[in-house]
């Protein structure tokens, strides 16, 4: 190895997690009927697979307005949840193993970061570069009470966006990086690293020699 840091960045849903936990948390916040009538609402960008667009307003219509400290409720007990029924164990023990051999290890993805920060922690990740949510204070009765607009901060972590989140928290020192990812979403990301894991339903592919 030519490089002294070494970076292990991890997609979350159906890599760490064995499931998508965007729509899950949605329901968790608003209810299943309340969610599918935004979808419903977001055929149009369905049929077109804007997922952007779908991210923007399910989230504006699900989230927006809600206390900050409610979806930290929310979000607390969700990634209980997860860390209880919803690891993919195979992969969290490669994470150890990166952690183990010094690496530092981030988590990429399009996920809420409100859920994924407190699972970061329980794992001891480094980092979580992930979908935030625009926070803003509310006026009168509520001028002291942050609530959330409904708003992304910087948009949606997927596709060539997980790569910019990562290289500008890698910064401009060199680093060895591997990726792990499942889907489409993570192509640029594996594109990007020096050891690129697609993970699926078999096995993991196996370390390579000298490490």
Not at 139 to 154: C, K, V, Y
Request: contains cysteine; positive net charge; charged residues 20%.
């Amino acid at each position: 190895m030519n490089q002294s840091r070494t970076v292990a960045a991890f997609d979350f849903d159906h890599t760490l997690s064995d499931r998508d936990n965007v729509l899950a948390f949605l329901v968790s916040v608003g209810g299943r009927a309340r969610v599918t009538r935004a979808l419903i609402a977001n055929t149009h960008n369905l049929l077109r697979n804007r997922r952007d667009a779908i991210k923007r307003s399910i989230t504006k219509k699900i989230l927006g307005g809600r206390s900050l400290s409610e979806i930290e409720n929310y979000a607390h007990d969700f990634a209980r949840q997860i860390i209880t029924h919803h690891l993919h164990k195979e992969v969290v023990a490669r994470a150890e193993w990166h952690r183990q051999q010094g690496h530092q290890l981030v988590i990429v993805s399009a996920s809420y970061a409100c859920y994924l920060r407190p699972i970061a922690d329980h794992l001891e990740f480094d980092a979580v570069l992930a979908t935030e949510l625009e926070t803003r204070l509310g006026s009168g009765a509520r001028r002291d009470q942050p609530f959330l607009t409904g708003e992304l901060i910087g948009g949606n972590v997927y596709g060539a966006e997980k790569v910019a989140r990562l290289n500008a928290w890698i910064g401009p020192q060199p680093a060895t990086v591997w990726a792990y990812g499942d889907s489409a979403g993570d192509h640029e990301l594996l594109q990007r690293a020096d050891h690129a894991v697609r993970v699926g339903q078999h096995l993991l592919s196996p370390i390579p020699a000298g490490y």
